[in-house]
């Protein structure tokens, strides 16, 4: 993969501090699914200037980007991706509360926030304790689990548009659905977001909160990298049953295989490649439209040259 001129380096140097700069940076160390060749250059900017300013540069210059939070629902090909990462993770990621509002940077993790709600005595947001995510990628695909979603507890989203003006969506104007939002349809950037929780007892949302992680180890396979439930679930069904149902439990190329623990998962069990995982992937959506007629979808994103 050829890398960016020194003067696009250079550049970006001015933006942004040169330790939040990574050239051939390994997306396998930055996806969940541990695997992944290396982006010409991975970026970590810190504030919303920050970003502003990058994305106006990288646009002006025609170069391709992505912006990723934890890489929890991501592939990146063996190949790399031919462009710049900007994560908006770790150093991107203050959470701050007022009374039962909690504000947070999209790069704030799911469980940092669940955390700081626990701590505040508020309810609301237990069911996203264990989703390995950050908020801003959780506001993108609408995230959710064991009955919730975050479309029930936001408030409002901050939001850069195409343009690179900050405007703040409501709710209403999220056009939050199952696993998506309105940042999948518009040129918008997650900046930050606040989320409305409700006052409750402490030791009951502790409880609640223990029991939905202790479900989670129970039925997930959190002992393999992988990116979480692999397929949307189809109406009517749910993916995992329809894939054991077609005899896939355990079908496996390379290092990639359907989890034997819950076949909605795709797993990582070592050395697999991101050509592995989207090989099973590609199978279990045949043989499942074979058996069923049902076409499952992929809820991770594909980036790169597959």
């Given amino acids: 993969m050829n890398g960016l001129s020194p003067d696009i380096i250079e550049y970006i140097k001015t933006i942004l501090p040169e330790d939040n700069i990574h050239a051939d940076e390994p997306m396998s160390a930055h996806t969940t699914f541990r695997t992944g060749g290396p982006a010409k250059l991975l970026v970590e900017p810190e504030t919303p200037e920050e970003i502003m300013t ?25 190949r790399g991706y031919d462009g710049v990462i900007i994560e908006l993770n770790g150093k991107f990621s203050g959470i701050e509360r007022s009374d039962r509002i909690i504000r947070a940077k999209a790069g704030a993790h799911l ?65 939050f659905g199952y696993r998506t939002s309105i940042i999948r349809k518009r040129p918008f950037t997650v900046l930050e977001a606040s989320i409305e929780l409700t006052e409750g007892d402490r030791e009951e949302i ?46 496996s190329v390379g290092g990639a295989a359907v989890s034997e623990k819950h076949c909605g998962f795709v797993i990582n069990k070592g050395r697999a490649t991101s050509e592995d995982i989207r090989e099973v992937i590609l199978e279990v959506t045949e043989r499942v439209f074979d058996r069923f007629g049902v076409r499952l979808e992929p809820e991770i994103v594909f980036l790169g040259a597959f």
């Fill in 54 to 78: 990058l994305l106006s540069y990288l646009k002006q210059i025609e170069e391709p980007f992505f912006i990723k939070g934890n890489g929890s629902n991501l592939l990146v090909s063996d």
């Fill in 111 to 175: 469980s940092a926030i669940a955390k700081e709600a626990l701590d505040a005595s508020l309810t609301g947001f237990e069911f996203a304790s264990g989703i390995p995510g950050t908020l801003g990628g959780g506001v993108v695909m609408n995230a959710g689990a064991y009955g919730g979603e975050l479309k029930d507890v936001i408030r409002d989203v901050t939001v850069l548009d195409g343009n690179n003006e900050i405007l703040t969506l409501p709710a209403e104007d999220m056009e």
């Fill in 206 to 251: 502790r409880e609640k909160t223990a029991e939905l992680n202790r479900m989670r180890r129970e039925k997930q396979p959190l002992e393999y990298p992988s990116a979480g439930s692999t397929f949307k679930r189809p109406e009517g069904y749910f993916a995992g049953e329809l894939i054991m149902d077609a005899g896939l439990r355990g079908f």
